[in-house]
Nanobody
């Protein structure tokens, strides 16, 4: 599956952005989806993930309460709504998909341990005044 991440940009602290992760010619309903962030000088981290079965979610502590991951099956798109953005949210955001079959894992496991197979190209988010 080919993923396209979009929606990044330059915003001020406190602003909101919505990132989109779409797949050309394929539905994302059968995939776990995660949003991963590569901040300058830091390792890439999973910040928000959603399972394919019951759409349970996991959020890293750094974004909990401010970011929301959701699916739109009709549009075959997964969104990351980011509110109350902070300068430390700056980085390149990637979406990653994996069917995780035949076993299932938690959203937490997918975000923190699992190695997804399919990755989008990344979209830059810069939060600065």
């Amino acid at each position: 599956v080919q993923l396209q991440a979009s929606g990044g940009g330059l915003v001020q602290p406190g602003d909101s952005l919505r990132l989109s992760c779409g797949a050309s010619g394929s539905t994302l309903d059968n995939y776990y989806i995660g949003w991963f962030r590569q901040a300058p000088g830091k390792e890439r981290e999973g910040i928000a993930c959603i399972t394919k079965t019951d759409s349970s979610t996991y959020y890293a502590d750094s974004v909990k309460g401010r970011f929301t991951i959701s699916r739109d099956s009709a549009k075959s798109t997964v969104f990351l709504q980011m509110n109350s953005l902070k300068p430390e949210d700056t980085g390149v955001y990637f979406c990653a998909a994996d069917p995780v079959w035949p076993v299932s894992v938690s959203a937490h496991y997918y975000c923190t341990i699992y190695a997804p197979e399919f990755w989008g190209q990344g979209t830059q988010v810069t939060v600065s005044s």
